[in-house]
């Protein structure tokens, strides 16, 4: 693939190539910038002013600044900690589960078959609903007593007892990562369907040829291919599901006994029950953190966005 | 598939982006809204959130309303409806971003962490000028009474009482409790009603939420124990651990509760017994008339708590509120609605459709309440109901939420004793009594 | 379309034939299920939803959880439809647009800060929503825009155009770039070599971006219940939790709700779908 290097003769204009790439480029983002300013970037600094004081709404006679301290109390916290564990369960249980079953789903999907619009809307269904409605459902589902999935297992003779599977501190997490699943399969579906698409066909009709197998020509086309895709849809998707607070909040409120508190639900607790709004400041900066950190790392070792 | 129809589908969307901006930027599209009060002219607005909608109230609230406002010109009441589980979000982000509507509806443990907030408006001088001060029970006052100031307006009363099936108590040829009943009584009563492998069970035990923790309290203060003795903190005394360990025994050891009991809200509570999965729980009357829906009027009966060991019962009283802000912005026209909220004809309207207590004593003895069985066990558990302890203090409410509740959803599950479940939340009452 | 050569390799074979089958099926029943159930439960009246034990088929079917539904004057889903519709309507093309530009941005130029600024939309996920609730409650307040559209659309803002931005810098990242190189030495500007050479390669990514965007928002409920107040300007997913009572959820109503609501952006996503087709860059690539 031969490149032609552009080595057109310029007269010397105004404003140099280098810079008005660069105007050119900045000016694309301000629309973004604009947005994100407005919603979301003040509102966070408004927060880590809100961690660094004092501030429990019902006790407004307390509230002063207190630099530290309910970080300190975070660190503390037997809580917290346990939280950050559940989180970390929650977060990659999930996501390992939607990638793996929607990169399954993708490659379904992209195959020619009769009826695959429909099949493709079927399969976006369950990320329409909105969180807190998933939530009641499969709570219901769930319902030892007269929910559909004991009632089916138990007629198709699999179960014997009924099994309270979001009052049981075993059974709690699990049930609420499937749903997770279920919830989450469409987004990598779709995303790395429009990815696969970008894929050239002469690729793989080269590799054919030359004798690759089809695993073969999945790990050393398709994924390489991929890999921009693959790590946005996965980091977006880890931090999302690090901070939603939905579903689990919905279906077992964190519990029983803290055994699906996750430090989204847990922030959550202290700001709306507790109303101690400067603790929930301080968890969610350390939220932040936790998960920039994570994010750095990652992009790091897959390498991030650069192109293929 | 051709570029070119790519193409001006391309540019089809860069259009509908350029109108779709400057449309939103311009309002106004729909003109009245298609439901909602009519405007008297030169009416004052009067902001109204009501935190538990579901048709048969929203369709019950907007007729109050719509009779209020035309019963008189100078107010118009706009009624907001949040879904409970954002409501109280909603009005801590409004009152901490300076705007809280002018009244709202809300139970009495919410009101303490608003006052503690300095956003409530006192009302004892309007209170005790209404003419109908004296007709309010005085219990019911205490519900909304903080350090001798009326803080709001109690819309209807309720105290915790037992439901339990008829129907199953003739099927199974079982004796009729009476409303003096014993713990023991309780017990075998649930043990008799429970069939595992029917799927039917005694006592629907409520794992989550707050009140969670207040039925093991009242069965603790049933064996003589306190929440608070003489200005200290007395839930975990020997009394209280005896009750709370025979109450948890319910699950763990004679299993009378379904298998869901420890994240059971009161939402589960409810329907598994109008399902008939469970045949008696504790709640206040405010499911009676849900339960006369699920299971139907003549099958079900209620009764007061069970006396305990120490020959002593209590029922914590409960309150359903209208209560002021500081911040309203319309305050005479937030009380005119408040009061005629309690007028005889929207009192006697609101309660008995959703099967409520009224706050008025002369309402009460009114034959739709007195005479109903489903009501029975409630007015007749008016002598040993008294204000929840757990109102003492602004910061209970919350931490009974976010710390009390797991504690004795692992005393339920077994994971801890009664003993140290109670010590760690006696530990943490302590800690917020400043 | 190009096909690939019949062949002998039996992993392909068998990949093509019963595997996809049985993995078509397995996922259609899986993402499908619960909603076969809501679609029987919002069929059956009251008494056939409480029956014990548990009713699969309505003996009589009902359409008036639908009716209800629909006409409630106190719970209007033809209003929540249609607020809904043109929020996420709006909120998808607008985002899109944002996105497109700053995607491609990002993804071609390098330019200093290029790396911290991808980070940075990033970040702006990894904050509780809840958190900014207060916050933006007293901004739209001062701006006047309580039980507007316009503060849901901004605020839908706020979580759309970070995750669609990095969606397009991953499209735009896994086009090759000769194209765009060889458009430009014929003569294009970077704005015609973006609506004419990349747009429509990246037209999948696009549509799969549009997509969520109006999926996202449509499913979007705390900013909605916070920023209105008016009954009549709620949306549908605040509407369904009207079905949420204080003792019991009405499963008729409430899954005859979820039913309406999936409904329009179930045809939306047929249209768009089209879009995820292959080969756009068959042939594009020379050598």
């Given amino acids: 693939m031969t490149t032609l290097s552009v080595a057109k003769s310029r007269t010397r204009p105004l404003i140099s190539w280098r810079v008005r790439k660069l105007l050119i480029g900045y000016s694309y983002l301000v629309p973004a910038a604009l947005c994100l300013l407005a919603t979301v970037v003040v509102p966070i600094i408004l927060a880590i002013k809100m961690s660094l004081y004092a501030d429990v709404l019902y006790k407004p006679q307390d509230y002063r600044f207190i630099g530290l301290g309910n970080y300190v109390r975070l660190v503390q916290d037997p809580v917290f900690w346990l939280t950050l564990w559940n989180s970390v369960v929650w977060v990659f249980g999930s996501v390992i589960l939607q990638f793996v079953f929607g990169f399954a789903a993708a490659l379904l999907l992209q195959q020619a078959f009769r009826g695959r619009a429909l099949v493709r809307t079927l399969t976006l269904l369950p990320w329409i609903i909105p969180g807190v409605v998933v939530g009641l459902i499969w709570q219901w589902l769930y319902q030892p007593n007269y929910g559909v999935i004991n009632d089916l297992l138990i007629r198709a003779g699999w179960m014997q007892e009924r099994i309270a599977w979001l009052s049981s501190p075993d059974f709690a997490m699990g049930a609420v990562v499937f749903t997770n699943v279920w919830r989450g399969i469409p987004f990598f579906a779709i995303m790395l369907l429009a990815g696969l698409q970008a894929v050239p066909d002469e690729l793989y009709e080269a590799a054919h040829v030359d004798g690759a197998g089809v695993l073969a020509r999945f790990w050393h086309i398709t994924l390489p291919l991929l890999r921009p895709i693959i790590v946005v849809a996965t980091a977006t998707r880890i931090i999302w599901t690090f901070n939603y607070a939905d579903l689990i909040f919905v279906m077992t409120g964190g519990g029983p006994a803290n055994a699906t508190q996750i430090t989204s639900t847990y922030t959550l607790l202290q700001a709306y029950s507790s109303l101690d709004f400067g603790y929930a400041g301080a968890l969610s900066v350390v939220l932040l953190l936790v998960m920039l950190a994570f994010t750095t790392v990652y992009l790091r070792v897959t390498k991030g966005v650069e192109e293929t | 598939m051709d570029e070119r129809r790519s193409i001006s589908r391309r540019k089809l969307l860069h259009t509908l982006a350029g109108t779709g901006v400057i449309a939103a930027a311009d309002l106004a599209w729909w003109d009245a809204p298609y439901i909602g009060p009519r405007k008297a002219w030169g009416a004052e607005p009067v902001r109204f959130q009501w935190s538990v909608p579901e048709p048969t109230r929203i369709a019950l609230i907007n007729s109050l309303v719509e009779r209020f406002n035309q019963s008189q010109k100078d107010f118009a009441v706009q009624v907001e409806y949040v879904p409970q589980a954002q409501a109280r979000q909603k009005l801590i982000s409004s009152i901490a971003g300076g705007n809280p509507p002018d009244l709202c509806q809300v139970w009495d443990n919410w009101v303490g962490q608003f006052n503690g907030m300095g956003a409530v408006e006192d009302i004892t001088a309007r209170a005790k000028s209404w003419k109908h001060f004296a007709d309010v029970a005085p219990t019911a006052w205490q519900t909304v009474t903080i350090s001798d100031k009326i803080i709001s307006l109690p819309l209807s009363v309720t105290l915790d009482g037992i439901y339990y099936r008829t129907d199953r108590l003739k099927e199974l040829g079982l004796k009729e409790p009476t409303p003096d009943w014993t713990w023991d009584e309780f017990l075998s009563l649930a043990k008799a009603f429970t069939k595992a492998d029917k799927n039917q069970y005694g006592y629907g035990m409520r794992g989550s939420g707050t009140w969670a923790l207040l039925y093991p309290s009242e069965f603790a203060y049933a064996n003589g124990a306190e929440v608070l003795k003489d200005g200290k903190v007395t839930i975990n005394s020997k009394e209280a651990i005896d009750a709370v360990a025979w109450y948890v025994d319910l699950a763990l050891k004679h299993k009378v509760t379904p298998p869901s009991a420890a994240t059971d809200g009161f939402v589960e509570i409810v329907e598994t017994f109008g399902r008939g999965v469970t045949s008696m729980y504790q709640h206040n009357s405010g499911s009676a008339g849900q339960q006369k829906k699920n299971v139907g009027a003549g099958n079900f009966a209620t009764l007061p708590l069970p006396i305990g060991p120490a020959n002593k019962r209590a029922s914590f009283w409960f309150s359903e509120t209208l209560t002021m802000f500081k911040g309203a912005r319309n305050k005479e026209g937030a009380w005119q609605f408040m009061s005629f909220m309690l007028e005889e004809e929207p009192s006697l309207k609101y309660c008995a459709t959703l099967g409520l207590l009224p706050a008025r004593k002369s309402i009460l003895e009114k034959p739709e309440f007195a005479k109903d069985p489903a ?42 004793s009664a003993k140290e479940c109670l010590d760690r939340f006696a530990d943490i009452l302590k800690k917020e009594m400043s | 379309m190009t096909r ?275 080969g756009l860059t068959a042939g594009a690539v020379k050598g």
């Fill in chain 2, 375 to 416: 009501q029975a066990g409630f007015v007749n558990s008016f002598p040993i109901g008294i204000v929840s302890p757990y109102l003492a203090y602004p910061g209970w409410g919350g931490k009974i939420d976010s710390d009390g509740v797991p504690l004795i959803q692992q005393a339920i599950l077994g994971k801890i």
């Fill in chain 3, 4 to 278: 690939r050569h019949a062949s002998s390799d039996l992993a392909e074979r068998l990949l093509r034939g019963p595997v996809v089958r049985i993995g078509l099926i397995l996922l259609t029943a899986f993402a499908l299920g619960p909603f076969i159930w809501m679609l029987l439960t919002s069929l059956k009246d009251r008494q056939e939803l409480y029956a014990t034990p548990l009713q699969y088929l309505p003996v009589r079917p009902t359409l008036e959880n639908y009716i209800d539904a629909w006409t409630s004057p106190v719970t209007p889903f033809s209003r929540f439809f249609l607020n809904s519709l043109w929020v996420c309507s709006v909120t998808m093309v607008a985002t899109t647009a944002v996105s497109v530009l700053a995607g491609y941005a990002i993804a071609r130029f390098r330019f200093a800060g290029r790396d911290a600024l991808l980070l940075i939309f990033l970040a702006t996920q990894m904050f509780p929503s809840v958190l900014l609730i207060a916050p933006l409650l007293t901004q739209w307040r001062a701006l006047g825009l309580i039980d507007t559209y316009q503060a849901l659309i901004y605020s839908n803002f706020s979580f759309t155009v970070p995750f669609t931005v990095w969606m397009m810098v991953g499209y735009f990242s896994s086009i090759p770039r000769d194209l765009e190189e060889s458009a430009m030495i014929d003569g294009c500007g970077h704005f015609g070599a973006l609506c004419r050479i990349v747009l429509p390669l990246a037209a999948p990514g696009i549509a799969a971006t549009a997509i969520f965007a109006f999926v996202v928002s449509w499913s979007e409920l705390l900013f909605a219940i916070s920023f209105t107040t008016e009954t009549n300007m709620r949306t549908l997913s605040a509407g369904l939790l009207y079905m949420v009572g204080q003792y019991e959820v009405q499963w008729g109503p409430l899954s005859a709700g979820v039913i309406l609501s999936t409904v329009p952006v179930a045809v939306l996503f047929s249209f768009l779908q089209r879009h995820l087709i292959h």
